[in-house]
């Protein structure tokens, strides 16, 4: 796969069908998808094209806070090579890209692209003002030689499968069912950092992450998680939150304890993958009550990890 970092940097040299979207999270959806325009291509001897944006459109014109996004530019990049992505492109969006017209962007797209066929949602719009609908499209595609297709949504429990109700599931805490409507359990990885050294003291010893701040994350509690180290996977029950049985701290923190396992991670990427959620943060009324309840949230989630299968690395 080849990934661009704008249309500019790239010249077409076979014909291709492409997506446009934010895909965050690249859910379930997503992967419908981009698996059917894989093999359509595929069939046609196309290459298959996605055109993203970072940041998120979202994010530059209503300026839309942190803690949102359900992936990385890298990480999304790898969900789509893994799907079998030709050209991915991360165009980068700023309020000079959000004045560019539909028939400009389309113009552009046609020259780095080729494209022959889009694949949209019904309610799909782009360019200055969102003048680019599906109407549009077909409208400009028989004069400039190219089809859009429109595809259905994937749709869970009656409702539709969307990165919106992925950060509502996390914000409730939720992580189940944002890991039905993903395909995988969520993932937050981060660098393993010095903290305060409490668990450590009462023999619990955790890995306290430094995550992206644009990242979102589960609601504040306590997860069954398994944890990855350098390709490896240990299980883990994992805290997110302020830590109120101490001095609370003012910005909510993830730290993990791993089970049966006994190495320095400082300075080392770990990825969290939230399985369960166990129970709400609280604060306890002295250190001998937080100790008794973490043994048991240990207990808990060492049971409820051995009943699940290890979980696949997408």
């Known amino acids: 796969m080849i990934h661009a970092r704008s ?14 979207g934010s895909f965050d999270g690249v859910h379930l959806g997503h992967q ?7 093999e359509s291509a595929r069939a046609r001897g196309y290459h298959a094209a996605v055109v993203t944006f970072f940041p998120h459109p979202s994010v530059v014109l209503r300026r839309r806070k942190p803690s949102f996004y359900l992936n990385s530019p ?12 030709d050209r991915l492109v991360t165009q980068p969006f700023n309020h000079q890209v959000a004045q560019i017209t539909a028939s400009q962007f389309v113009d552009q797209l046609i020259t780095a692209l080729d494209f022959k066929e889009i694949w949209c949602g019904a309610d799909f719009a782009f360019g200055h003002n969102r003048e680019g609908t599906v109407d549009w499209l077909r409208q400009h ?7 859009v297709k429109v595809v ?23 992580v189940s069912l944002a890991a039905a409507c993903i395909g995988r ?9 010095e903290g305060s050294h409490r668990g450590r003291t009462i023999g619990t010893p955790t890995a306290n992450l430094q995550v992206w701040e644009e990242r979102a994350y589960p609601a504040n509690g306590v997860y069954a998680c398994r944890a990855w180290v350098n390709a490896q996977s240990v299980d883990a029950v994992a805290n997110v939150g302020v830590r109120p049985t101490f001095e ?6 993830i730290e993990a304890h791993l089970l049966d396992f006994d ?23 002295g250190v001998d009550e937080l100790i008794a309840q973490i043994h048991r949230d240990i207990d808990q989630a060492r049971q409820l990890l051995k009943s699940q299968n290890s979980t696949p690395k997408f």
């Open 7 to 20: 249309l500019a940097e790239l010249k077409p040299d076979r014909p291709s069908l492409i997506t446009i």
């Open 32 to 38: 419908a998808l981009i698996r059917n325009l894989v």
């Open 74 to 85: 890298e990480e999304k990049a790898a969900f789509f090579e893994g799907l079998g992505i």
């Open 141 to 147: 595609g028989r004069e400039n030689g190219f089809d």
């Open 152 to 174: 259905e949504p994937v749709s869970l429990t009656g409702d539709i499968i969307s990165s919106s109700r992925i950060r509502r599931a996390l914000a409730d805490g939720d």
């Open 185 to 193: 359990p969520y993932q937050v990885p981060g660098v393993v950092v």
């Open 248 to 253: 609370s701290d003012s910005q909510p923190t």
């Open 263 to 285: 190495a320095d991670l400082y300075g080392q990427t770990l990825r969290l993958d939230f399985m369960t959620r166990l129970r709400a943060e609280k604060r306890f009324s």
